[in-house]
């Protein structure tokens, strides 16, 4: 019991850290008291589930990471294990604007170790959407600035398969960082993205 309290003690702390915060400034986030924060960062106490549920939300965590009694580790190495699967669920539809979130967001649903509210998946999603949303509109504005240029319906057809393959590639390519990211386990995976989760 002791060890897990530490590990919980040790988890939130950490993350809080990484995170830049202080302790009166998580309190303030999570909207609880800054001394069950105290008390939890000591491992004087064991939180309510409803406390640990929000602290999870808060710092973007997994909340399993703060309810089981397995080490931030082994937390850390399922957590990866589970965005790597995601990402080559990606992978599987990358090709299709849109239609590549569909088996993603299926996965995400079915395992309960991913979340939407956890910043790399959020990133993740967040990209593939833009990802989408530019490469549909983009192919449009070629469409119509190559016919516009040409003077001929139809044949800026060709420039607009160069921009959709340019796209596709590029999506590639993100996805191959984003899986040497997650194999370094590096928690700044697809940072220059916002999470719009």
């Known amino acids: ?32 008291s800054l001394s069950t924060i105290q008390r939890i960062e000591k ?22 990471l703060l309810t089981t009694e397995s080490s931030p580790q082994e937390e850390d190495t399922i957590h990866f294990t589970a965005l790597k699967r995601l990402n080559l669920v990606i992978l599987s539809l990358f090709f299709v604007p849109l239609v590549n ?3 993603p967001i299926v996965c995400c649903k079915s395992d309960k170790k991913l979340s939407f509210k956890d910043t790399i ?5 967040s ?25 001929k319906a139809g044949e800026g ?5 160069i921009f959709y393959f340019l796209a596709v590639l590029s ?11 997650l194999n370094q386990k590096d928690k700044n995976t697809l940072s220059f993205i916002p999470n719009l989760f």
Not at 134 to 150: R, S, Y
Not at 157 to 161: A, E, I, P, R, T
């Open 157 to 161: 057809l060709y420039f607009s398969f």
């Open 171 to 181: 999506n590639i390519v993100i996805i191959i960082q984003t899986t040497f990211q």
């Open 101 to 103: 979130l569909i088996l």
């Open 1 to 32: 019991m002791q060890d897990q309290k530490s590990n919980l003690a040790t988890t939130i702390s950490t993350t809080r850290k990484q995170l830049g915060w202080s302790q009166e400034l998580l309190a303030e986030k999570a909207k609880v």
């Open 127 to 151: 990209f593939q959407l833009l990802w989408s949303l530019i490469t549909i509109i983009g192919m449009g504005i070629t469409l119509f600035v190559a016919n516009l240029i040409i003077g």
């Open 43 to 64: 491992g004087a106490v064991k939180p309510r589930a409803y406390t640990l549920h929000i602290l999870a939300e808060t710092l973007a965590l997994p909340v399993t």
């Open 121 to 125: 998946v959020g990133r993740m999603f």
